[in-house]
């Protein structure tokens, strides 16, 4: 199986995209399926394998972000002709879509999209000037013309799918979510994280991972944090993450009085840094009402680390009994509830980490890459309209 992928956003962009295209061609490889991955150029890179990096521009609004040039992927053509591809996998939906259905007609194969992001309550967010109305049916108007204009739609929750369904999408829906890598599973260095950003051993640690951006909830984190402090003075949040909300969350902490009781690191590299700043936890948090999965949830699960998280999109499917979790209300006081209700519990939080362990167990990456190359190969085979490949 040879397949071409195409994609807006890769690393060095960290974010759950750029997670989820990592992970599945590194378990697509060990099965035999050869993965080109096209992406944007955001400087050096370093030696690269099956990577093909597109001149790219700033985006005005995400400065983090890239646009790469359309011109300068359909010039691939007769290159990627050569290389015989069996099917083109769009992971984004700006220009990489545009060009994967215009290389998938010029190669004569099949083409699917994975809808990673909720955008109809993304959009608006940084485009502000539009009333978020008009934000949200320009996002579904768009969203339903291009999942309709590929042969299939991978989506990461059946959250995802029930929305895709109510936008008017007729084209089949295969869930098939992204699993946690075994790397995920090692314990970090919980000392040496906590010696290094200045964090006594015995402080109360909760945790988040991901973008610092508006759609991500965090002021709901702050004003939880802020009431939870008055029965655990010393009670410190981690934010591990950059992005364009950066400034709003600093300002929101400075007006709270949360200088001591916030702490923004930045992104940590993945192989190491990650790890520890997991093992380093006595708790994750997470309030977002609009991720199409939460990975970062798995991922602080596999790490042995309790989960405070409300639920709701992709959060629900992860969310269940047994799985380490504890949903309170979308309210922050019953949040505050929950924080100081895990800090203080010693043996409940240890129940729960153990919980989390296992439960996390069943989300392998290596039996989410067997379903998408059962995909692939269904795709191949000419057999995309038959029944969805399902995983839960």
């Not at 000037?129 to 059946?158: E, K």
Request: with cysteine; proline share 5%; glycine share 6%.
């Amino acid at each position: 199986m040879n397949v071409l992928m195409i994609s807006d956003v890769y690393f060095p962009r960290v974010n759950g995209v750029s997670t989820s295209i990592e992970t599945f061609r590194k378990e697509l490889s060990q099965r035999g399926a050869s993965v080109t991955l096209i992406a944007p150029d955001y400087g050096a890179h370093g030696e690269e394998k099956d990577i093909i990096r597109i001149p790219s521009k700033k985006v005005m609004f995400d400065p983090e972000d890239r646009m790469m040039s359309y011109r300068s992927i359909i010039a691939l053509k007769e290159e990627l002709r050569d290389r015989e591809f069996d099917l083109v996998h769009i992971q984004t939906p700006f220009v990489a879509h545009y060009a994967g259905v215009a290389m998938a007609k010029e190669l004569g194969v099949p083409k699917i999209v994975t809808y990673h992001t909720f955008f109809e309550e993304y959009l608006y967010h940084y485009i502000p000037f539009l009333p978020a109305s008009w934000m949200r049916a320009l996002a579904r108007g768009f969203s339903r013309t291009q999942c309709n204009d590929v042969d299939g739609i991978v989506v990461p929750s059946h959250a995802m799918a029930k929305t895709l369904e109510q936008y008017g999408v007729q084209k089949p829906l295969h869930l098939i979510p992204t699993g946690i890598p075994e790397a995920m599973f090692e314990s970090g260095e919980r000392a040496a994280f906590r010696e290094k950003y200045g964090i006594p051993h015995d402080t109360p640690v909760m945790l988040f991972v991901g973008r610092v951006a508006f759609e991500k909830n965090l002021e709901f984190l702050l004003h939880a944090t802020d009431m939870a402090r008055r029965k655990i003075p010393d009670l410190l949040l981690v934010i591990a993450g950059e992005g364009p909300a950066l400034k709003s969350i600093e300002k929101l902490a400075g007006s709270l009085n949360l200088e001591k009781n916030v702490r923004m690191i930045g992104y940590l590299d993945r192989e190491k840094g990650l790890r520890d700043c997991y093992s380093a936890a006595d708790v994750f948090v997470f309030a977002s009402r609009t991720e199409t999965q939460g990975l970062v949830l798995l991922e602080a699960m596999a790490a042995g680390v309790p989960v405070i998280s409300t639920a709701h999109m992709g959060t629900k499917d992860i969310l269940k009994e047994e799985s380490g979790a504890v949903v309170p209300q979308d309210d922050v006081t019953d949040f505050a509830e929950a924080i100081t209700d895990m800090i203080h519990k010693v043996e409940l939080r240890s129940e729960r980490a153990l919980q989390a362990h296992r439960y996390a167990r069943t989300w392998s990456s290596g039996a989410m890459a067997d379903k998408m190359r059962d995909l692939y190969k269904n795709m191949k085979e000419g057999s995309s309209t038959g029944a969805p490949i399902t995983v839960r």
